[in-house]
Nanobody, 113 residues
Framework: QVQLVESGGGLVQAGGSLRLSCAAS???????MAWYRQAPGKQRDFVVR???????YYADSVKGRFIISRDNAKNTVYLQMNSLKPEDTAVYYC????????WGQGTQVAVSS
């Protein structure tokens, strides 16, 4: 069964932190997993990816503030988000990289100023 379940979102003040989790079914927990986000009225954008060897690549907008990690035994990828800004407000999704046609429901992150 193909499944991606994101969790951990919420409402936080600017400067705060959140930790997102994404549980993936084994069949799609890929060698490279990534987080993406979609702000209201905008396209879905790449945020960060991590390879099976734990090499990471961050979008410039989150570099130095977000940290991606993975637990291969649990088929789970995490996103620690620090120093959050209002412009980080979006629905956050995880997916392999390159992406599948299937997407989970995402988790909403709202950052108030």
């Amino acid at each position: 069964q193909v499944q991606l379940v994101e969790s951990g979102g919420g409402l936080v003040q600017a400067g705060g932190s959140l930790r997102l989790s994404c549980a993936a079914s084994r069949i799609i927990f890929s060698s490279t997993m990534a987080w993406y986000r979609q702000a209201p009225g905008k396209q879905r954008d790449f945020v960060v990816r991590v390879t099976s060897g734990r090499t990471t690549y961050y979008a410039d907008s989150v570099k130095g503030r977000f940290i991606i990690s993975r637990d291969n035994a649990k088929n789970t990828v995490y996103l620690q988000m620090n120093s959050l800004k209002p412009e980080d407000t979006a629905v956050y999704y995880c997916n392999p990289n390159p992406t599948l046609a299937y997407w989970g429901q995402g988790t909403q992150v709202a950052v108030s100023s």
